[in-house]
Antibody, heavy 119, light 111 residues
């Protein structure tokens, strides 16, 4: 059974940094396309970033230059390092496995980790 | 990259069929057969319903079906049931700096 468990969320002041973790079981992070998707309170889903099995990374324009996606193969864990956080980054952050051509659909999702950016 | 356009809400009576549209551009929905659909209950993670426009993952009810015409994709729910009351999102691969774009979301209400 595949499980993705996000941790690391919390309350952070604007301009601060936070690192989210997504511990995987039942799948190998390094062999898959892994992605982060976020959802602001009461809003829709927004794609944030993807890490391909090759190591290539891509980001939404809204987080480019501020967020970094990475993985620790020994821990089978995906990360999202977030810096220069803004109010509009407040959201539930989900990690998910991306499948298909270019990783265009997301089949396994974590339960989400809430990030609140507020002074 | 703008979000794909979905109706804010759709409703139907039990047993009826409803269709949710998802309109994009030739750079996303119209350009690729890589449209997926997700169901989300409040406070829960999204669940994959349809991928690559028409394909259902194992375990997803055959009452859910997908299609596409031009820049608009559609999700049809047949034999509407109370448990189908949820939010639904489409998503597409996109030839832009944002590789993936989601729809604005549709709240389905079972009357």
């Amino acid at each position: 059974e595949v499980q993705l468990v996000e941790t690391g969320g919390g309350l952070i002041q604007p301009g601060g940094s936070l690192r989210l973790s997504c511990a995987a079981s039942g799948l190998t992070v390094s062999s898959n396309f892994m992605t982060w998707v976020r959802q602001a309170p009461g809003k829709g889903l927004e794609w944030v970033s993807v890490l391909y099995n090759t190591g290539s990374t891509y980001y939404a324009d809204s987080v480019k230059g501020r967020f970094t996606i990475s993985r620790d193969n020994s821990k089978n864990t995906l990360f999202l390092q977030m810096s220069s956080l803004r109010d509009e980054d407040s959201a539930v952050y989900y990690c998910a496995r991306a499948l298909g051509v270019g990783g265009n659909y997301f089949d396994y999702w974590g339960q989400g980790s809430l990030v609140t950016v507020s002074s | 990259q703008s979000a794909l356009t979905q109706p804010a809400s759709v409703s139907g009576s039990p047993g009826q069929s409803i269709t949710i549209s998802c309109t994009g551009t030739s750079s996303d929905v119209g350009g690729y057969d890589y449209v997926s659909w997700y169901q989300q209950y409040p406070g829960k993670a999204p669940k994959l319903l349809i991928y690559d426009v028409t394909n259902r993952p194992s375990g997803v009810s055959s009452r859910f079906s997908g299609s596409k015409s031009g820049n608009t994709a559609s999700l049809t729910i047949s034999g509407l049931q109370a448990e189908d009351e949820a939010d639904y999102y489409c998503s597409s691969y996109a030839s832009s700096s944002a590789l993936y774009v989601f729809g604005t979301g549709t709240r389905v209400t079972v009357l």
